[in-house]
Antibody, heavy 121, light 107 residues
């Protein structure tokens, strides 16, 4: 079945880096883009951006600094989110979601279960 | 950036009630509007895309309407499993912003 499997929870110290993975299965990875979202504790969803899995071209939400990088390894159908120079305010659940499309309408139809990143000294 | 505003932010209702949640965009987004349901500790699920298209497997008690700047999500007869938080999101352009969410609670 179509699914996205994300890597496990991470506990990091401020200033460290983390790389979250999102492995796709059950469909052709390069046919659908991949979105990334985050959800801080008790807060709503924030769209961080997406990556074109065919070209590798990323689109980042404005305000998302250069500390956030989307990447791919198409040989293993996996998307990655790397966050450097971690801060306490990066503590959140990070989700990947497939960029489904019908005609010209885009939507997120398959979601990973989320990866909790906790930044604490 | 296009801002999405949902109302109400929270809502109390009973099983069997008809419920409507509203989402307003800061500019016209045609029908590029999606609705998601999120239960505590879980990833969101897609309910509606293109403002009114029901995602496969979603019960028919869910419906969406609207175009331009004003949209609604309606649940025709609330079931116990529908108590959750609902988010709208546009896909007209990037960034594809979400509304702030509407928490639907049991009365």
């Amino acid at each position: 079945q179509v699914q996205l499997v994300q890597s496990g929870s991470e506990l990091k110290k401020p200033g460290a880096s983390v790389k979250v993975s999102c492995k796709a299965s059950g469909y052709t990875f390069t046919r659908y883009g991949m979105n990334w979202m985050r959800q801080a504790p008790g807060q709503g969803l924030e769209w961080m951006g997406l990556i074109n899995t065919n070209t590798g071209n990323p689109t980042y939400a404005q305000g998302l600094t250069g500390r956030f990088v989307f990447s791919l390894d198409t040989s293993v159908s996996t998307a990655y989110l790397q966050i450097s120079s971690l801060r306490a305010e990066d503590t959140a659940v990070y989700y990947c979601a497939r960029d489904g499309v019908d005609r010209s309408y885009y939507y997120m139809d398959v979601w990973g279960k989320g990866t909790t990143v906790t930044v604490s000294s | 950036d296009i801002q999405m505003t949902q109302s109400p932010s929270s809502l109390s209702a009973s099983v069997g009630d008809r419920v409507t949640i509203t989402c307003r965009a800061s500019q016209s987004i045609s029908s590029y509007l999606n609705w998601y349901q999120q239960k505590p500790g879980k990833a969101p699920d897609l309910l509606i895309y293109a403002a009114s298209a029901l995602q496969s497997g979603v019960p028919s008690r869910f419906s969406g309407s609207g175009s331009g700047t004003d949209f609604t999500l309606t649940i025709s007869s609330l079931q116990p499993e529908d108590f959750a938080t609902y988010y709208c999101q546009h896909s007209y352009s990037t960034p594809r912003t979400f509304g702030q969410g509407t928490k639907l609670e049991i009365k």
